[in-house]
Each structure stands twice: as C-alpha cells, then as structure tokens.
C-alpha cells in the first residue's frame, strides 16, 4: 500500500503540469500601454506635421494662392476686427464713465448698446469733421500745385525747344532720329491704352463697389463683435480648457493680456503723439509763412506713426514740393522736420509711449524692416508692436527655462 502512494506522487512530480484553458487565455490578454501610446500619437503627429510642411514647399505657389484667397473672404471679418479692437477702449470708457457714473444708467444692455452707438458716432463724426474741413484746403493746395507744376513744365519745354541755341555742340539730329524711331511704339501703346479703357474702368468700378460692400459690411461685423464680446471671451475660454489644464490655460491667458496690454499702448500712444506731430507740423508751417501746409502736415502726421523713419518718409514730398518752387523753402521746411522730429524723439514720444514695447532701437528698426519688406507701410508700423510681443513672450519663455534649470547670467557693463 505504502509503495502505490509512492509510485502515484512519483508520477505527480515528473509528469509535466498542465495550465487550465481560462489561465492560458488570460497569459495571452492585450494589455496597454500609456508611455508607448503617447510615443505612437507623437510620431505620428510629427510624420503629419512633416508632410503638411513637405507639401507647402513643393507647392509653395499654389499654398500662396490659397492663403490669398482666404484672406481675401475673411478680410470683412479681419477688417471688423481690427475695428471693435480699436473702438473698444472708447466704448469701455463711454460705458464705465460716462454711462455708469455720470448718467447713473444701471442697465448693463443699455449702456453697451448706447456706448457702442456712441462709439461710431464720436468716430465717424470726427471723420466727417476732419474731411469737411481739410478736403477742401487739400483741393484747393493740389489746384495751387498743378498750377505751379504747369509753369515748370511750360519752362521746361522752353528750354527743350530751344536746346540747339542753348547748347550748339551737341548733335541733336541723331536725337531726333531715336524720338522719331520711337513714334511708331509709342502710337501703339497708346492705342492699345485706350481700347483696354473700358474694361479697365469697368474693373475699377467694380473694385470700387466691392471695397465699399466689405467696409459696410466690417462695420456691421464689428458692432457685433463689440456686443457680444462677453459671449466670444466665454466660448474662447470654454475651448481652451477642454483641450489644454488649467494651469497651462491660465498662463495662456495672462500672456494674453500682457500681449494685448503692449499693442494696445503702442496704438492708442503713437496716434496721440503723430496727431499732435501733425498739428504742430501745422502750426509751425504757418508761422513760417510756408506753403501747403494742411497737405504737408497731414502727410507728416500719418508718416509719423512708423517710428524713427516716419518724419523722414513725410518730409520727402515737401522738400520735393519746395525744391521745384524754392530751394531756400525746401532748406526751411527740411530743419523744421528735423526739429520736430528731435522733438518727438526726446520729449514727446517718451512722455506719451514711454517703454509701451520695450525694445531697443536695433529690434525696432528690424521690425520696421522686416515689417515693410512683406506688408509695406502697414508692416512697417505695425511692424514694432508684433515684433514687441514675440520679444515679450520670448524672454518669458527664455527667464522660465533659466529659472528652471538654475542659470543665472549676468548683465554685460
């Protein structure tokens, strides 16, 4: 008996153990990964990124024109923009100060319509002031120029036409021969001008129409902008968060603002202080007893906003304007530019810009440069403040990576 109950745990012990069917399903189960599964969606958010970019660059011509056709649908709605952008500081003013405190009106629906209403109404009212009194000095400047221009053209033929007395050693007949071998070109281009002139006075007109649909329509967009910027914040807001933590959409947020806070300054100052560039250009040009001066002064005043080069810029047509009547006057008009712009540069700018970006003079001459180079004058005003906040969020994110690891880098003397 003894030796069976051997014989039976000998065979227990070699005979091979044998796993049941729902173990061996178990040992074979798919078990996930979390490190390997972000590892998978970023390379292939990398080989998606690379071949959008890939893409771009072989058909580069053809991304052109597919962003220029965007821009151009959504230009009622960039142009909108821009516009409750800028009015909305006066609306905020109308609503908080004048509407709340000094009316005493408490319901909040009321006062955003009226402070929007009122908005464009101060705007389009200081427009309408502005055009009823300077267009007609312009006309009436540009009437003054064309007669100034005539009799330097008059004194000009003269003198062509009486070349061969005034200068008998030159052989004039071999110029006469290249005019006259030119006529047949010039006849040619002329006709074909006038027979393209009325499908291009056709394009005009209708570019012309449609320039004036897309600013009624901005308006419009941007009153709506204006209203219901609470609600756009909001949904912002409630994207944000869905996609990005809390703490990484606060920070986004604060970036934001401070942005907003530098383009906002760099607007609001630099129109003050070329208005008053302007108006000073006015005055000081009527005391000198010099000529167009509304339309020298407001060219002044609009060149001024593109900091550093914008005097310079504005001073070119009037010298210009003055050489061809006086060059004592061009010499005037040239030191008074020069003054002016001392001026605006060491007291006014300062007093009313004061550091609203930050940079120094070699980045603000880059983002003037690089700002007209792709979007000429516009660039090369809004060239600064862009070029002031990819600064500011640059040394943000340069101070955080040197507090992070430690480094501390000194000032250079």
């Given at each position: 008996m003894e030796q069976e109950t051997k014989l039976?745990?000998?065979?227990?012990?070699?005979?091979?153990?044998?796993?049941?069917?729902?173990?061996?399903?178990?040992?074979?189960?798919?078990?996930?990964?979390?490190?390997?599964?972000?590892?998978?969606?970023?390379?292939?958010?990398?080989?998606?990124?690379?071949?959008?970019?890939?893409?771009?660059?072989?058909?580069?011509?053809?991304?052109?024109?597919?962003?220029q056709t965007i821009f151009s649908v959504l230009s009622p709605f960039i142009t909108a923009f821009f516009i409750a952008y800028i009015l909305n500081p006066i609306v905020l003013s109308l609503d908080q100060k004048f509407l709340k405190n000094v009316?005493?009106?408490?319901?909040?629906?009321?006062?955003?319509?009226?402070?929007?209403?009122?908005?464009?109404?101060?705007?389009?009212?200081?427009?309408?002031?502005?055009l009823i009194y300077i267009i007609p000095e312009l006309?009436?400047?540009?009437?003054?120029?064309?007669?100034?221009?005539?009799?330097?053209?008059?004194?000009?033929?003269?003198?062509?036409?009486?070349?061969?007395e005034t200068f008998p050693y030159i052989d004039f007949g071999v110029v006469e021969t290249k005019i006259n071998n030119a006529l047949p070109e010039i006849i040619s281009y002329g006709t074909n001008l006038l027979s393209n002139i009325f499908p291009t006075l056709i394009s005009i007109s209708v570019s012309i129409i449609r320039v004036i649909i897309n600013i009624l329509l901005s308006i419009v967009i941007s009153c709506y902008m204006?209203?219901?910027?609470?609600?756009?914040?909001?949904?912002?807001?409630?994207?944000?968060?869905?996609?990005?933590?809390?703490?990484k959409a606060n920070k986004i947020f604060d970036n934001v603002k401070e942005c907003n806070s530098i383009f906002n300054r760099?607007?609001?100052?630099?129109?003050?202080?070329?208005?008053?560039?302007g108006i000073l250009c006015y005055i000081l040009m009527r005391i000198l007893r010099l000529?167009?001066?509304?339309?020298?002064?407001?060219?002044?005043?609009?060149?001024?906003?593109?900091?550093?080069?914008?005097?310079?810029?504005?001073?070119?047509?009037?010298?210009?304007?003055?050489?061809?009547?006086?060059?004592?006057?061009?010499?005037?008009?040239?030191?008074?530019?020069?003054?002016?712009?001392?001026?605006?540069?060491?007291?006014?700018?300062?007093k009313i810009l004061g550091e609203s970006t930050g940079l120094k003079p070699l980045w603000v001459i880059f983002g003037i440069t690089v700002g007209g180079a792709c979007w000429g004058v516009l660039g090369m005003f809004l060239g600064v403040p862009i070029t002031a906040v990819i600064a500011h969020l640059l040394d943000k994110a340069i101070n955080a990576r040197l507090e992070k690891r430690k480094i501390s880098v000194p000032e250079e003397p």
């Amino acid at each position: 008996m003894e030796q069976e109950t051997k014989l039976q745990e000998q065979t227990q012990i070699d005979s091979p153990v044998t796993e049941s069917p729902k173990d061996d399903a178990h040992s074979h189960k798919f078990e996930t990964n979390r490190k390997y599964f972000i590892i998978s969606i970023y390379a292939l958010a990398v080989i998606a990124i690379g071949t959008i970019i890939v893409s771009i660059i072989v058909n580069f011509s053809y991304t052109v024109s597919a962003v220029q056709t965007i821009f151009s649908v959504l230009s009622p709605f960039i142009t909108a923009f821009f516009i409750a952008y800028i009015l909305n500081p006066i609306v905020l003013s109308l609503d908080q100060k004048f509407l709340k405190n000094v009316l005493k009106i408490k319901g909040v629906k009321l006062r955003k319509i009226l402070s929007i209403l009122l908005s464009y109404l101060i705007v389009i009212g200081l427009i309408a002031i502005s055009l009823i009194y300077i267009i007609p000095e312009l006309i009436n400047t540009v009437t003054e120029l064309n007669g100034t221009v005539t009799n330097i053209s008059e004194k000009a033929l003269y003198y062509l036409q009486n070349l061969e007395e005034t200068f008998p050693y030159i052989d004039f007949g071999v110029v006469e021969t290249k005019i006259n071998n030119a006529l047949p070109e010039i006849i040619s281009y002329g006709t074909n001008l006038l027979s393209n002139i009325f499908p291009t006075l056709i394009s005009i007109s209708v570019s012309i129409i449609r320039v004036i649909i897309n600013i009624l329509l901005s308006i419009v967009i941007s009153c709506y902008m204006l209203s219901d910027k609470s609600a756009l914040k909001r949904n912002t807001k409630r994207i944000v968060y869905s996609f990005i933590p809390v703490t990484k959409a606060n920070k986004i947020f604060d970036n934001v603002k401070e942005c907003n806070s530098i383009f906002n300054r760099f607007i609001v100052g630099k129109t003050i202080d070329s208005l008053i560039i302007g108006i000073l250009c006015y005055i000081l040009m009527r005391i000198l007893r010099l000529d167009y001066a509304i339309l020298l002064s407001v060219i002044v005043g609009i060149t001024n906003m593109i900091p550093y080069f914008g005097p310079f810029i504005g001073a070119v047509p009037g010298v210009l304007i003055f050489l061809a009547i006086s060059p004592l006057k061009a010499i005037i008009f040239a030191i008074m530019i020069l003054v002016l712009q001392q001026f605006d540069g060491l007291y006014l700018g300062p007093k009313i810009l004061g550091e609203s970006t930050g940079l120094k003079p070699l980045w603000v001459i880059f983002g003037i440069t690089v700002g007209g180079a792709c979007w000429g004058v516009l660039g090369m005003f809004l060239g600064v403040p862009i070029t002031a906040v990819i600064a500011h969020l640059l040394d943000k994110a340069i101070n955080a990576r040197l507090e992070k690891r430690k480094i501390s880098v000194p000032e250079e003397p």
